[in-house]
């Protein structure tokens, strides 16, 4: 948002990527999703970025671990191929072991999930000269 300050800039922010069952392709969502993360990174000249990768508990333990890697996988790729440096990306697979939502409901959408974290390490000169003319416009 336009009234973000510097601070802002600094701060880690989490985001989540989510699947449709049974699939790790980003649908149009994930990529609306995406494209907020690049926005964000596009602002940073160093940065930590971590992919994880999470599914609902229909299925094997053992298909919903690969299942969750293939998500991580398609994350970690669309964000190479948008050109984020390989050195600020890490990723790992969760299968169904860290969900946020329990319920009865082994197809839970909110665990299909790629959770992206974003630690900043260093901001763009410009970035943070944009803020700070946006602070004083909205200052006057």
């Not at 907020?36 to 919903?64: E, H």
Request: proline letters at 4%.
């Amino acid at each position: 948002s336009s009234d973000v300050c510097s601070s802002d800039l600094m701060r880690t922010s989490s985001h989540m990527v989510l699947f449709e069952t049974d699939s790790f392709r980003m649908n149009r969502h994930a990529r609306i999703e995406l494209e907020g993360i690049l926005d964000r990174l596009d602002k940073l000249l160093d940065a930590r970025v971590w992919v994880v990768g999470n599914t609902d508990r229909a299925g094997s333990k053992a298909y919903n671990e690969l299942l969750s890697e293939k998500r991580a996988a398609a994350v970690l790729q669309a964000l190479l191929n948008a050109g984020v440096p390989a050195r600020w990306l890490g990723a790992e697979a969760r299968g169904e072991t860290d969900p946020i939502s329990i319920s009865n409901n082994p197809h839970d959408a909110l665990n299909r999930r790629v959770d992206v974290t974003i630690e900043p390490m260093v901001a763009k000169p410009s970035a943070v000269e944009e803020i700070s003319r946006k602070l004083k416009a909205t200052k006057q």
